[in-house]
């Protein structure tokens, strides 16, 4: 109970940190007004800067400080050592290097150290996505703590790491800037080539559909369960690692996945509500369409194993997603000021959405808090090292 008052402090500390962040760096033009705006801009940038330092700090700090918390704390510990004594593992080059890298530096097997350098560029590169490319950051951050994603970092650090270098390419894909999102994410794949799969369906998904080719994709859907054996061993072919090993046998199914059915979803629902704002928005349409292309991941190759791991390359564009289409209907409300009634429903509507986004979402987070110690999540209860004389090395706690 202790350790879901203090994740639930932590989110609530950190969200309200996060309403002192400001984006907004326009200013009017013209003598002393400008003066003091500008006066007011550098005070405003100040205030923000210094609650994202805020916010990094907290976030890395948790993560950094914590042991044996996370499914696979343990797993990451016996792997680091194989890395370091040169044996074999089949985890990706990059992250070998590094690993062995701090371990030479820090003239040991410093686990501690690796986590803490996986945490701090974990969580920069999640704040400087949402920070650059979400029209609200503070709904972007709401969602990324109340969605569990922030304490799901406390697993699988590499997949996480390359997670947020795949939020952060989002902005090469939407100004058409190819070859630097190439090379981001071939570079993300030198830690986790799971990566790999983003190249094509985030290429699909800022190409204009055509009907012809949702048709396709329709078919190309339906043929993932009807042909499973197939597919299977298509993608062994591309991940041969994962052959003979138990996770094949953890395909989830319909009711593994059903939590990623139901945010895609319910977002699905909000982009037709707000069709207007997703339309008139390339990057708002583009995140719809990866929205889609998750629903349909979600539902139709639920038997393939981990699942979710490919699923959320798709649905954590949510986090610039639902913020861009809220504030899209705002900026359409305002414009529409001069139509009697249209302003004031148009709005009306807005906020009854954003407020449902926040109840959901606390919902979740509820739910989310009360399963985190379930094997699979595990990142309750939390430990520090800060406080503990125990030391885990390879599977056992050293005293």
Not at 99 to 106: A, F
Not at 108 to 117: C, H, K, P
Not at 296 to 322: D, K
Request: aromatic fraction near 16%; include cysteine; proline fraction near 3%.
């Amino acid at each position: 109970m202790m350790g879901i008052l203090f994740y639930g402090f932590i989110g609530i500390l950190t969200m309200g940190a996060a309403c002192l962040v400001k984006t907004e760096n326009a200013a009017p033009a013209g003598g002393g007004v400008c003066t003091e705006t500008a006066r007011r801009m550098t005070r405003r940038r100040a205030l923000s800067l210094a609650a994202l330092l805020f916010l990094f700090t907290v976030l890395t700090g948790l993560a950094a400080l914590r042991i044996d918390v996370g499914n696979d704390y343990g797993n990451y510990v016996n792997t680091f050592h194989e890395i370091y004594v040169g044996g074999y593992v089949v985890t990706e080059p990059g992250f070998n290097l590094l690993v062995r890298l701090l371990y030479t530096i820090s003239g040991g097997e410093n686990y501690l150290l690796v986590f803490a350098v996986f945490a701090a560029a974990t969580t920069f590169l999640f704040l400087k996505a949402m920070f650059d490319q979400s029209l609200d950051f503070v709904l972007s951050f709401a969602l990324f703590m109340l969605l569990g994603l922030y304490f799901r970092t406390f697993n699988t650090v590499r997949y996480y790491f390359v997670l947020a270098i795949t939020l952060y390419s989002l902005r090469y894909v939407l100004k058409k800037e190819y070859g630097k999102f190439l090379l981001l994410i071939l570079f993300a794949a030198l830690f986790h080539k799971s990566v790999l799969v983003v190249i094509p369906l985030y290429l699909i998904a800022a190409l204009p559909w055509k009907k012809w080719q949702v048709a396709v994709g329709a078919a190309l859907a339906v043929s993932l369960p009807l042909f499973q054996d197939f597919w299977m061993s298509v993608l062994l072919k591309l991940y041969p690692s994962y052959e003979n090993t138990v996770y094949l046998e953890q395909g989830t199914g319909i009711e593994g996945s059903l939590m990623g059915v139901v945010r895609c979803s319910a977002v699905l629902l909000l982009c037709i509500i707000a069709w207007k704002a997703v339309k008139e928005s390339r990057a708002n349409l583009f995140y719809c369409k990866l929205n889609l292309l998750g629903l349909a991941l979600y539902t139709c190759a639920s038997f393939v194993p981990l699942i979710s791991r490919l699923g959320y390359y798709l649905i954590t564009p949510h986090l610039l997603l639902v913020p861009g289409i809220l504030t899209a209907m705002q900026e359409t409300g305002k414009r529409a000021e001069g139509i009697q009634g249209n302003r004031g429903s148009r709005q009306y509507r807005r906020t009854l959405l954003y407020a449902a986004v926040l109840l959901l979402s606390a919902l979740y987070f509820a739910y989310f808090l009360l399963t985190a110690h379930q094997e699979g999540v595990r990142v309750l209860p939390y430990h520090t090292w800060v406080f503990t004389e125990r030391e885990w090395l390879n599977g056992s706690y050293i005293f």
